[in-house]
């Protein structure tokens, strides 16, 4: 192996020490932009490790491994709460800023499912066909991917960004300094703000992993203004949201067990009829729901592998909890699951359901009435 070579968005992300950390010292690598880029300043950038003869592609493997396994050891038991959270949800409610949750770091989940997430985002706010100039409230910002594409693509008044994790809402408030963009931290289920507050209320990949769904789309509902609109979106786990299927569908070939993690079993709220009752059952008019496809194009495996070990998610937080055996012998075991072409790039598709309503109806005091009776409400 000559070399390797890395591709990522830049994003502010500090990608040479990145590299640096993974595959070895900042001075025996060189930026190179890709071809097509040279005249402009490129999105993305390579980072190419010279050719060392000493070392073989094998052991250039295993002191990868090394390195991240030594990195990993004194967080290793917080990764194992982090998996008994994703199982047993947040205790008391919605997802809390003070459990070790996994979905805490910006850098890391941009690398895992910010890039794709981004895309679905801008798909979304075509759909919903929002004029300039009304304000918007982004629920479960995360790294204000969303609240970033509204900025750029629909001109609003202002956009509030609301997530229960300080570390994201920290990263968001860094890379975004648009002043019509402001970030709090705050619970999905108890929305710190007045009725009909905001024009469109969005909610982006956060539905599945709140404790109450219903409650939490009684409170989008409840900050939306009267004609506004409210959109949410979630990734299609147990269908064409290939990048975690198909780890899920590997790690359980290897270990039946990891089936109870398997975010595709363990999220009913990720298919569109789900989508659809909540928004109904908390009031809007005019529900629907859509597929929104976006391509998920990794340059190798490596690019595919790596941003798991970053511990974000479910699928993440297994990854690094498992022992370096166990988790070489999951890697191999994806690598050969998944479609490679003959430069070794990986093309995977990525789904999300999203859904939209409008509010539609006259009394405020019907939208509290149906939220308590949805709760009263026990299945049959």
């Not at 989940?109 to 679905?120: D, I, L, N, Q």
């Not at 067990?257 to 909540?278: I, M, N």
Request: proline share 6%; net charge negative; glycine share 10%.
């Amino acid at each position: 192996m000559g070399f390797l070579r890395r591709r990522r968005p830049t994003d502010g992300l500090d990608e040479a020490e990145c590299y640096q950390r993974l595959h070895g010292e900042r001075d025996s690598l060189v930026r190179v932009l890709e071809p097509e880029d040279a005249g402009r300043r490129s999105p993305y950038w390579y980072w190419k490790r010279r050719p060392n003869p000493r070392i073989s592609g094998e052991e250039l493997r295993r002191q990868l491994l090394a390195r991240l396994e030594a990195r990993r050891d004194p967080e290793r038991q917080g990764a194992q709460v982090a998996l008994e959270t994703a199982v047993n949800g947040a205790p008391g409610g919605g997802v809390s800023e003070a459990e070790p949750d996994a979905w805490v770091e910006g850098g890391p989940y941009e690398r895992y499912v910010g890039r794709w997430s981004r895309r679905v985002a801008a798909e979304l706010l075509d759909w919903l066909e929002v004029g300039p100039g009304r304000r918007w409230l982004d629920v479960g910002c995360g790294t204000g991917a969303l609240t970033e594409t509204i900025l750029e693509a629909v001109a609003p008044r202002e956009v509030v960004g609301v997530d229960p994790s300080r570390g994201f809402v920290e990263y968001a408030r860094s890379r975004i300094e648009d002043g019509r963009a402001r970030f709090l931290v705050g619970d999905a289920l108890e929305l710190p703000f007045g009725d009909d507050s905001f024009d469109a209320v969005v909610s982006g990949l956060v539905l599945n992993f709140v404790s109450q769904p219903e409650r939490a789309v009684a409170e989008i509902a409840r900050v939306t203004a009267r004609a506004g609109v409210a959109s949410a979106y979630v990734w299609d786990y147990s269908g064409e949201m290939e990048v975690i299927r198909r780890f899920w569908d590997a790690a359980v070939a290897l270990d039946p067990a990891a089936a109870d993690l398997h975010e595709g079993h363990r999220f009913p709220v990720c298919q569109p009829e789900e989508l659809e009752r909540l928004f109904r059952g908390a009031g809007f008019a005019g529900v629907e729901t859509r597929a929104i496809d976006v391509a998920a194009r990794f340059v190798d495996f490596e690019d595919y592998w790596l941003p798991f070990l970053g511990g974000q998610g479910p699928a993440g937080a297994y990854a690094v909890s498992l022992p370096e055996e166990r988790r070489v012998e999951l890697r191999e075991a994806l690598r050969a699951s998944l479609p490679a072409d003959e430069d070794g790039s990986i093309a995977l598709v990525a789904r999300a359901w999203a859904v939209r309503g409008r509010d539609e109806r006259a009394s405020r005091g019907l939208r509290a009435t149906l939220a308590v009776d949805s709760e009263r409400i026990e299945p049959a």
